[in-house]
Structures are given as C-alpha cells and as structure tokens.
C-alpha cells in the first residue's frame, strides 16, 4: 500500500515537473518571439528600399510604354487648363484632327521622358538615411511619394525637359500646338496662347509619375499580396502591428 502511494506522489511530481517545464518553454518562447519578428535597423532599411525601388521601377516601366500616359485616364495629358477654351473653339472651326495630334503628340514625349526616372529614384534611394526610412515607413499612406517628390523633382525636371522637346519636336507637337495656339490667337477678343508646351509636357509627366508611384506605395502598404519577399512581409507587417 505504501509503494502504491510512493508511486502515485511520484508520478503527479513528474507531472506537474513536466507541465510545469512546458509552460517555462512556452513563456521563453513567447519572450523570444517578438525578438523574432521585430525585424532590425539594418531589416527596416532593406526592406523598404526594396519595397520603394519595386514601386518606382513598375512606375517607370508601366508610363514608359508605349500608351503608359495616353492610355491611362489617370496621368493622361490634356490641353493646358489655360488653353482648354482655345481646344473647344479649334474643334468647333474643324480643328479635331489638330487638337487630337497635339494631346497625343504631348503624350507620347511623356512616355519617352518616364524611361529617365528610375536611374534618379535609385540614386535618391541609396541616398536615404535610416531616419528617412524610419519617417516613410511610419508615415502616411504616401510619405515615400513625397519623399521622392522633394528629393527628386529638380533632377526629374532636368532630364525630362530636354527628352520631352526632343519627342514633342520629332512627333511635331510643337508646331501642332504652335499652329492650334496661333490659329485660336487669330480669333477676335481671345486672350493669347503661349505657343510653348514643353514647360507644361515637364510638368505633367513628373506629376504622372508621382501618381503611379503613390498607387504602388499604397498597394504595398495595403495588399499584402504586394510584399513579395519575406522581407517586405516581415518589415510592413511591424509597421502595420505599431502604427495601430
């Protein structure tokens, strides 16, 4: 009788031993896991980086094609707000054909001008501090979009420019929009058109390309089909847990 009651204390001490080293186990595990999942300084760095070189790149990729502004309703180029009346009143002389040349001839030098941009977004990506990365990846949904916007805009405008009249002058949008200017400067009582277009084609392909990018950064942000790579996976997934 007595062994019986020595081997029954036994085994509920083993027991009770055994359960009581499982939640040990658990409990270091459950310390260790955050440690895991959190990702590094050096993780947050790459990873971002990662994230903003694919967003630029398919942005760049996708307005350089062939219809990447003429074909998208969202970055497509239109007459000037200024010479949208002028527009109206060309079509309405039977002026279509010349007013459809100039929007598509504008669109074509934007795409010529987008295969310029990734090489500047690359360059501005090595460039970013860890305090940089660490104020995108916490910010808004589109702090990496205006991020690039201040640090990129003036090397943009000045590789864009050039290309952008170089196309406007080879698909003959100059002198499209210099014929559609000077033909609705010839309309009694009209406030004149400014025949130059390149300053205005500049502008709204790197507006165009911003647009693009804050669609693929939020994309990211939010689609986690969109973190292809473990390491975007890991790095959005701590900042999505943190901003909360």
């Given at each position: 009788?007595?062994?019986?009651?020595?081997?029954?204390?036994?085994?509920?001490?083993?027991?009770?031993?055994?359960?009581?080293?499982?939640?040990?186990?658990?409990?270091?595990?459950?310390?260790?896991?955050?440690?895991?999942?959190?990702?590094?300084?050096?993780?947050?760095?790459?990873?971002?980086?990662?994230?903003?070189?694919?967003?630029?790149?398919?942005?760049?990729?996708?307005?350089?094609?062939?219809?990447?502004?003429?074909?998208?309703?969202?970055?497509?180029?239109?007459?000037?707000?200024?010479?949208?009346?002028?527009?109206?009143?060309?079509?309405?002389?039977?002026?279509?054909?010349?007013?459809?040349?100039?929007?598509?001839?504008?669109?074509?030098?934007?795409?010529?001008?987008?295969?310029?941009?990734?090489?500047?977004?690359?360059?501005?990506?090595?460039?970013?501090t860890l305090q940089d990365v660490t104020n995108i990846l916490m910010g808004n949904q589109d702090a990496a979009t205006q991020y690039?916007?201040?640090?990129?805009?003036?090397?943009?405008?000045?590789?864009?420019?050039?290309?952008?009249?170089?196309?406007?002058?080879?698909?003959?949008?100059?002198?499209?929009?210099?014929?559609?200017?000077?033909?609705?400067?010839?309309?009694?009582?009209?406030?004149?058109?400014?025949?130059?277009?390149?300053?205005?084609?500049?502008?709204?392909?790197?507006?165009?390309?911003f647009v693009e990018i804050a669609k693929e950064e939020l994309n990211i942000r939010q689609n986690l089909g969109a973190r292809t790579?473990?390491?975007?996976?890991?790095?959005?997934?701590?900042?999505?847990?943190?901003?909360?």
């Amino acid at each position: 009788m007595m062994k019986t009651k020595f081997l029954v204390i036994t085994g509920l001490l083993a027991f009770t031993t055994f359960a009581g080293s499982n939640t040990l186990n658990q409990t270091a595990q459950a310390a260790v896991l955050p440690a895991q999942i959190t990702p590094t300084n050096l993780e947050i760095g790459k990873g971002l980086k990662q994230a903003l070189e694919i967003a630029t790149g398919k942005s760049s990729d996708q307005l350089s094609a062939v219809n990447g502004f003429f074909g998208n309703a969202a970055v497509k180029i239109l007459f000037p707000p200024e010479a949208q009346k002028a527009e109206k009143t060309l079509r309405s002389l039977g002026m279509g054909k010349l007013c459809d040349n100039v929007i598509l001839s504008l669109n074509r030098a934007a795409e010529d001008a987008a295969k310029q941009a990734k090489p500047i977004f690359v360059d501005a990506i090595k460039h970013m501090t860890l305090q940089d990365v660490t104020n995108i990846l916490m910010g808004n949904q589109d702090a990496a979009t205006q991020y690039f916007e201040h640090a990129t805009t003036p090397q943009l405008t000045a590789k864009f420019k050039p290309v952008i009249q170089t196309s406007l002058n080879k698909a003959n949008a100059t002198k499209y929009y210099t014929d559609a200017a000077k033909a609705y400067n010839k309309v009694p009582f009209v406030k004149k058109l400014n025949p130059d277009i390149s300053d205005y084609a500049t502008q709204k392909a790197i507006s165009g390309l911003f647009v693009e990018i804050a669609k693929e950064e939020l994309n990211i942000r939010q689609n986690l089909g969109a973190r292809t790579t473990p390491l975007l996976q890991k790095v959005f997934s701590f900042a999505d847990k943190n901003k909360k």
